[in-house]
């Protein structure tokens, strides 16, 4: 199994670009997330979905749109990238919401907005 | 939502074991204990997690006080591999996982 699958890799941006970053997991889970890291940092929740079809911001939401188009993949978009937007961005997914299972992450998005 | 105050750093020695301490004086009720772990340049990784009872598996022990206001995350040998930042995490049952900053892990050869 791949688990969380997240594209691309890297990605650099000029400030005003638009992009999408797309993550898909392969465990049936009916929760995921979007969250990026800072340097020296810990993990901020952008936005996340408790199942197929619904949504809700996290705690830095600002700058960002998500969509969940099925159960299997949750996007992340930037419509106009700034450079405050520089970060690791990581996808996760979990069976259930909140504490009651593990979450899985992908390796991350490393992304640079000149 | 109830938050956790760990060390910023802690050093160990390889092959020792290590316990990783948190506070979480807040806890209410249904909230479960995570912890994950980030090795360096990778995306945070599950370790375990708990809500009243102590929980042992592959990876490490979870020790949680009688009161939960505080947890102790155990590594039994600790190996280069566990140089990690951990982060304890309080999720209810509905609720998303909050990251702080974690406590940076050193494993000394």
């Known amino acids: 199994n791949a688990g969380v699958t997240q594209t691309p890799k890297f990605q650099v941006l000029k400030t005003g670009q638009s992009m999408t970053l797309q993550c898909a997991q392969d465990m049936n889970h009916n929760s995921m997330y979007w969250y990026r890291q800072d340097p020296g940092m810990g993990l901020r929740l952008i936005y996340y979905?408790?199942?197929?079809?619904?949504?809700d911001k996290g705690e830095v939401p600002n700058g960002y749109n998500v969509s969940r188009l099925n159960k299997r993949e949750f996007s992340l978009r930037l419509e106009s990238a700034a450079p405050s937007q520089t970060s690791v961005y990581f996808c996760?997914?979990?069976?259930?919401?909140?504490?009651?299972?593990?979450?899985?992450f992908g390796q991350g998005t490393r992304l640079t907005v000149v | 939502d109830a938050k956790t105050t760990q060390p910023n750093s802690m050093e160990s020695n390889e092959e020792e074991p290590v316990h990783l301490p948190c506070n979480h004086s807040t806890i209410s009720g249904t909230d479960y204990i995570h912890w994950y772990r980030q090795l360096p340049s990778q995306g945070p990784e599950y370790v375990i997690h708990g809500l009243t009872s102590n929980v042992n598996n592959r990876m490490a022990s979870l020790a949680i006080a009688e009161d939960r206001k505080s947890s102790t995350l155990i590594l039994h040998r600790a190996t280069l591999r566990d140089a990690a930042v951990y982060y304890c995490?309080?999720?209810?049952?509905?609720?998303?996982?909050?990251f702080g900053k974690g406590i940076t892990l050193s494993v000394r050869p």
């Open positions: 996760a997914s979990s069976e259930t919401g909140g504490g009651l299972t593990e979450a899985f």
């Open positions: 995490i309080l999720a209810g049952a509905n609720s998303k996982l909050t």
């Open positions: 979905s408790a199942s197929e079809g619904t949504t």
